[in-house]
T-cell receptor, first 112, second 118 residues
Framework: GNSVTQMEGPVTLSEEAFLTINCTYT??????LFWYVQYPGEGLQLLLK?????DKGSNKGFEATYRKETTSFHLEKGSVQVSDSAVYFC???????????FGTGTRLQVFP | GAVVSQHPSRVICKSGTSVKIECRSL??????MFWYRQFPKKSLMLMAT?????????EQGVEKDKFLINHASLTLSTLTVTSAHPEDSSFYIC??????????????FGDGTRLSIL
């Protein structure tokens, strides 16, 4: 079945450091890919998305490129802030069912 | 943008009580909504797909009689945890996609309901 694999956390960085959170997927067909962010005690917010190969999603300084050849959708940010501390979920949307399949989430902690 | 509202945000109740959680799409009509459960420091687990006007589709291992889902209108789905016990304590989140925005649009999530059963 379809699945999403994310790097284990927590990821601990100093402010202004470079961030990479790895995400790879297994899927049939052509899923859409998403990154969602969850702040403490809250629901999920869409961070960015990509719907086809080589698409780059970007938002708030975060970027991820849909790489079909490596089945990856790694999240990057050039300079993180303390306010970026949250849990980040990589997800794919199954083409035929509209179901979201989530990775396990990666906690990011940014210190001043 | 599209907004999904979930209510209540937090519930604390005694064992044996039934608890209803509401999920509303505020500015679009959702023929399909999804219910997830999130355990502490874990990912989201899809429980069921709620279909307007028909029965919900439950994922394997989810008890239909324990988690009753009703999707009576295009803007409201409810999840009722029947005769809740401490092991049902969790964070429940709903989501919906605005079909009017075209294909491949993301699902929008409610803020979640933290259920604590004493």
């Amino acid at each position: 079945g379809n699945s999403v694999t994310q790097m284990e956390g927590p990821v601990t960085l100093s402010e202004e450091a470079f961030l990479t959170i790895n995400c790879t997927y297994t899927a049939t067909g052509y899923p859409s890919l998403f990154w969602y962010v969850q702040y403490p005690g809250e629901g999920l917010q869409l961070l960015l998305k990509a719907t086809k190969a080589d698409d780059k999603g970007s938002n708030k300084g975060f970027e991820a490129t849909y790489r079909k050849e490596t089945t990856s959708f790694h999240l990057e940010k050039g300079s993180v802030q303390v306010s970026d501390s949250a849990v980040y979920f990589c997800a794919l949307c199954e083409q035929n069912t509209d179901k979201l399949i989530f990775g396990t989430g990666t906690r990011l902690q940014v210190f001043p | 943008g599209a907004v999904v509202s979930q209510h209540p945000s937090r519930v604390i109740c005694k064992s044996g009580t039934s608890v209803k959680i509401e999920c509303r799409s505020l500015d679009f009509q959702a023929t399909t909504m999804f219910w997830y459960r999130q355990f502490p420091k874990k990912s989201l687990m899809l429980m069921a797909t709620s279909n307007e006007g028909s029965k919900a589709t439950y994922e394997q291992g989810v008890e239909k009689d324990k988690f009753l889902i009703n999707h009576a209108s295009l803007t409201l789905s409810t999840l009722t945890v029947t005769s809740a016990h401490p092991e049902d304590s969790s964070f429940y989140i709903c989501s919906a996609r605005d079909p009017g925005t075209g294909l491949y649009q993301p699902q929008h999530f409610g803020d979640g309901t933290r259920l604590s059963i004493l």
